[in-house]
């Protein structure tokens, strides 16, 4: 009895010191991921890569539940959203001529100039597969990697405005952070007045804009467009409308349907090496 | 018979990974952006100790660690900060109920409440310390007691559809000896 008494107390230090070192263990990838996130985030991405896959069986059948339960519910809409589109269509037409008609004015106008155009943008369409599945961080996946040519950084839009950005790349997924992200910041300007800002993610719908000077000049329902500072964004791409909440505070609604996210493009973006300008610069000056 | 005697535990692991696995789909489901006021309740931390008040023989330490990194993993959350967090409000739930038996309701709320509370407070402590952005502390005791509420429901669904429950006298006895070997 003794003799089984000593053997339970001797297991019980055992599995002390086990618990305690798995404890280490998690403290020790939280400690890594602290110190070196980038890698850290490396090693993620390449964890999803493999573990995606694994959930992809419930992940199908449950999203076309939800699809199917959408389209049920969109039934119910159905006659008031004819009107309410068969209205815009009529606005719509009248735009259209209108835009054709400017359209025209600005080639022309353009040509005369001998204004360079910017190389038309390129995109790449990816399939949402999840997003981050807590509400403090806003980010989702998409089926598209390193294989399909993604960078780190690149815009992400739905066919209306602006999503986020990529944030970690994997071989065949990768990750967008979106705008309302609480650590998502992207500088914007606010036409027509031409007014820099920076679009601050802080988990709302309705993220907030910093702007430093000339308040004034802003008026509720000012399109707000990337600004392209940082050459990392392309610039010009929609991101908004100025609204005011309840404080007078500027926010900005935003025109991406982030309700309906399922098939996102990657804006293609020739992101320029720093190293590369300044060369540049000194080949210049010195052939100068 | 002594076949069945093996096979029982590793029934019990299968479905715990399972549950698992289920909880993490539905959170990776992307249909919840728009739903914001509605958090997750944090499923797998209810899943994980109502198990372990009822069953604490049945679930190794390691499954939950493997299960908690692989949902860090997934759900995008600091690597391995919640997991060693939460591993020790298990292990002190699992000596709890092994050293002392069986709960009442209310003893039963009260303790997983108190525990969780602590977790989460630990939690944002070791976020403060070491600078990393933490949610507003609105949503987080939003989603604290979230999680509460729910918790009925997960037990009552651990009971009635996965079968786990209050060990019974018979079975201590049986497993007594080999509880040091999980």
């Known amino acids: 009895m003794n003799e089984r008494k000593s053997k339970d107390e001797y297991g019980r230090t055992i599995r002390l010191i086990f618990i305690a070192s798995l404890v280490c263990f998690s403290l020790f990838s939280f400690i890594l991921w602290k110190i070196d996130s980038p890698r850290a985030e490396r090693v993620r991405m390449v964890a999803l890569d493999i573990l995606m896959p694994n959930f992809e069986w419930v992940l199908g059948p449950l999203r076309g539940l939800s699809s199917i339960s959408e389209g049920i519910g969109s039934y ?86 602006l999503v986020g950005r990529i944030f970690g790349v994997g071989k065949k997924l990768s990750r967008v952070v979106l705008l309302i992200d609480s650590s998502s910041r992207i500088p914007v300007k606010i036409e027509p007045s031409g007014k820099k800002a920076l679009l601050v993610g802080d988990n709302s719908l309705r993220p907030p804009i910093e702007i430093v000077e000339n308040i004034e000049m802003i008026r509720s329902g000012d399109r707000v467009l990337t600004s392209g500072d940082g050459k990392v964004f392309p610039s010009d791409v929609l991101v908004g409308h100025v609204i005011r909440d309840a404080d007078q505070r500027l926010r900005v609604k935003l025109v991406a349907n982030y309700g309906r996210l399922k098939f996102l493009k990657v804006i293609k973006t020739h992101t320029v090496d720093p190293s590369d300008i300044l060369g540049e610069v000194i080949i210049n000056t010195v052939t100068d | 018979m002594v076949n069945f005697q093996n096979i029982r535990p590793w029934i019990y692991y299968v479905k715990y990974l399972l549950i698992c ?160 070997n999980i």
Do not use: C
């Open chain 1, 76 to 161: 119910g809409t159905l006659v008031e959203e004819n009107r309410e589109l068969r209205l815009q269509l009529q606005k719509m037409r009248d735009w259209r001529e209108a835009a054709i008609r400017l359209e025209e004015e600005n080639s022309q106008l353009l040509d005369l100039n001998n204004v360079r155009v910017n190389p038309s943008l390129q995109y790449i369409t990816g399939l949402v597969l999840s997003d981050s599945g807590s509400s403090f961080r806003r980010s989702l996946l998409l089926n598209i990697g390193a294989f399909d040519g993604i960078n780190d950084g690149w815009a992400v839009v739905d066919s209306s405005g």
């Open chain 2, 21 to 180: 696995f289920f909880i993490l789909s539905f959170q990776l489901l992307p249909m919840r952006i728009v739903h914001q006021e509605v958090l997750w309740p944090n499923l797998m931390y209810l899943v994980t100790v109502g198990w372990l008040i009822r069953k604490p023989s049945y679930l190794p330490v390691i499954l939950i660690l493997f299960a908690h990194i692989i949902s860090d993993i997934v759900l995008l959350k600091p690597l391995g900060l919640w997991s060693a967090i939460s591993l020790i409000g298990y292990e002190f739930l699992r000596w709890r109920s092994l050293s002392q038996g069986r709960l009442k309701l209310g003893q039963e709320l009260v303790l997983v409440t108190s525990v969780l509370i602590l977790l989460t407070f630990l939690q944002i402590g070791v976020e403060l310390i070491f600078k990393i952005e933490s949610p507003p502390i609105e949503m987080i005791l939003l989603q604290l007691t979230f999680t509460l509420l729910i918790y009925p429901v997960v037990i009552f669904m651990l009971h009635s559809i996965l079968r786990v429950r209050y060990f019974e006298r018979s079975e201590t006895v049986v497993r007594g000896g080999s509880m040091e």
